[in-house]
């Protein structure tokens, strides 16, 4: 599924609830920081691509969700709205030990 840019916000920011949203979920998530531009990274190339980590929240408008799938209908609205995506602060790889 696709997160926009306009669904990315850090901490202190405020996730604001889709108009007509009465069931949203959340999901905790290892995000990864890609540093650099790339495609077609070889899988022993992979790891040199990551700058670091973040934990990210996965917010999903359930209701939203579920109508589009029974209409059969794309549903990258219910996980890509605006503030969807919060994540805590960047943490570098090479902290990590």
């Known amino acids: 599924f696709m997160k926009p840019p306009s669904s990315l916000i850090t901490n202190g ?3 604001i609830i889709p108009p007509g949203c009465q069931n ?3 999901e905790v998530e290892l ?3 890609i540093g650099e531009k790339a ?3 070889s899988r ?3 790891f040199d691509i990551i700058k670091g980590y973040c934990v990210a929240l996965d917010m999903t408008a359930r209701d939203f969700q579920e109508d589009a799938k029974a209409k059969q209908l794309p549903w990258a609205i219910c996980k890509g709205f605006d ?3 919060p ?3 960047f943490i570098d790889k090479s ?3």
Do not use: R
Request: charged residues 15%; hydrophobic residues 40%; neutral net charge.
């Open 31 to 33: 995000g990864v920081i």
């Open 95 to 97: 902290l990590i030990k």
């Open 13 to 15: 920011q405020s996730i």
């Open 44 to 46: 022993k190339d992979a």
């Open 83 to 85: 503030t969807s995506c």
């Open 24 to 26: 949203l979920h959340h």
């Open 87 to 89: 994540v805590s602060d």
């Open 39 to 41: 495609s077609c990274i």
